[in-house]
């Protein structure tokens, strides 16, 4: 997949964030106020992935992702991170307060992304008045 259609993904996965964001927001807080986890991840995905419960699916809520809730600790156990590299994420990890980690998975390539839950309109430009 090239840089180009990669972007095209990631953008569209920013727009509908705006549908998403509340949903995961306090999905994110359920899973640290109950101890199962100080690092939520989200998985974003057009197919089906094995990682975490689904808590939007495309089909439902007339979307192109389908976003499944997962932690730290399942990637580790599964081998998604390794042992070796779990300082390093947590090190990389932002604030769950006011970012989402996302691993976006299309086809055969997959990214970890920060988003921030304050998601500007994608068709707004900030620079008109």
Same mark, same amino acid.
């Given at each position: 997949m090239q840089?180009?259609?990669w972007e095209m993904f990631v953008q569209h996965l920013r727009a509908e964030?705006?549908?998403f964001k509340d949903a995961i927001k306090e999905t994110s807080v359920d899973i640290r106020k109950e101890g199962f986890s100080d690092f939520p991840i989200f998985v974003a995905h057009i197919d089906e992935v094995?990682?975490?419960e689904v808590i939007i699916d495309k089909n439902d809520? $007339? !979307?192109t992702y389908s976003i499944s809730a $997962? !932690?730290?600790?399942e990637f580790t156990e599964l081998g998604l991170i390794e042992e070796k590299m779990v300082e390093e994420f947590k090190f990389q990890y932002s604030d769950p307060d006011d970012y989402v980690c996302?691993?976006?998975v299309v086809g055969?390539?997959?990214s970890f992304i920060f988003m921030p839950y304050i998601v500007q309109n994608p068709?707004?430009?900030p620079n008109l008045n």
């Amino acid at each position: 997949m090239q840089e180009k259609e990669w972007e095209m993904f990631v953008q569209h996965l920013r727009a509908e964030m705006i549908l998403f964001k509340d949903a995961i927001k306090e999905t994110s807080v359920d899973i640290r106020k109950e101890g199962f986890s100080d690092f939520p991840i989200f998985v974003a995905h057009i197919d089906e992935v094995n990682i975490g419960e689904v808590i939007i699916d495309k089909n439902d809520a $007339s !979307t192109t992702y389908s976003i499944s809730a $997962s !932690t730290l600790e399942e990637f580790t156990e599964l081998g998604l991170i390794e042992e070796k590299m779990v300082e390093e994420f947590k090190f990389q990890y932002s604030d769950p307060d006011d970012y989402v980690c996302i691993l976006l998975v299309v086809g055969e390539k997959a990214s970890f992304i920060f988003m921030p839950y304050i998601v500007q309109n994608p068709n707004i430009n900030p620079n008109l008045n």
